[in-house]
């Protein structure tokens, strides 16, 4: 195999997104929830926790064709996913993996397992993860968050996951609800794993790990700031379903560290985005050449609106003037929108 050729300034590798959820892309515009939330638990419960039961196969399909079209548009070569869809569990992780394939964007998967539907949903999640894994899938496995999992499928989860040689990718102590989550992890937790979140974890949790730090969406759900930098641990960075446009998220990363500390630069964010790429070595394959050079990361903190032209994956041209070669943009967002009513209309009718 050839090395691929020097980067010049106006091109990066592939932008990889260290935590996504693609399930959640035909969210916006979603029927506003039956009361307002007024803490993280109550975003969780009627937001977040109505949306994944409404999902069907359908309705995964469109939302991870639609994610994966509008991370490719954005630069962003390789997504860690992170699923959920207690009404459709058997199978979810390949309708992701195959609508990201068709759009040609390189995808990890993992289901996240929670106890919060029963013992069977726990069972029913790990069986998922399992199934994608032996099928050679690439990805994690998920679980949703220790404060909806006993001990008992915390254990298991991290058994399947030593078993197959990845990690866990799991929510830690994204609101103070979960502040416990280490001394349930501690024991369990290695290198491999991605530890979601981190606001409430004390600077010394000693979970081992990569922390994957969401700013905007811990900014819109209130929960506090991480202060990723006080860490130990390498930091990388996501959206949490909030898109997947990694140079945006990089300014608002960057934004929020400067509001903490006046004096940073944008280096540490800058640094993110490279342990994003060692979770997702292959996008180091990937050639991105955007509208702006140099792709430097003090011009850039304050250059919005820096898009791709030109985009090859593992080299297939998957992007040219903008616009991708796999499949048609226009038609994915119109079978999305069609998607997205069916899925507002069984929102409408949940009791
Ligand atoms: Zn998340």
Redesign the pocket.
Known sequence: MTEPPELRPDQTTGMVCA?H?LYSALARGMPAPPRTPTSFIEILEQVWWRLDRALDADTIHWSAKLGALEALERGCTAIID?HESPSAIDGSLGIIADACAEVGVRVSCSYGVTDRHGADGARRGLAENERFLSEGGRGYVGVHAAFTCTDDTLERAADLATRFGVGVHI?VA?GADDAGAADRLRHLADDRWLL??GVHLADDHGLAGTIVH?PR?NMNNAVGYARPTRFANPIAL?T??IGADMLDEFRVAYARLREHDVRSTPDPVWAMLDVNRRLFPEAGDDRVTWSYEPMDPWRLAFSPGVRPLRIEIDGDVVLEDGLPTRVDATEIRAKAAEAAERLFQRLEDMP
Do not use: M, R
């Open positions: 935590h959820h992170h929510h994204e979601i979140h969401n969406s996501g949490d379903g």
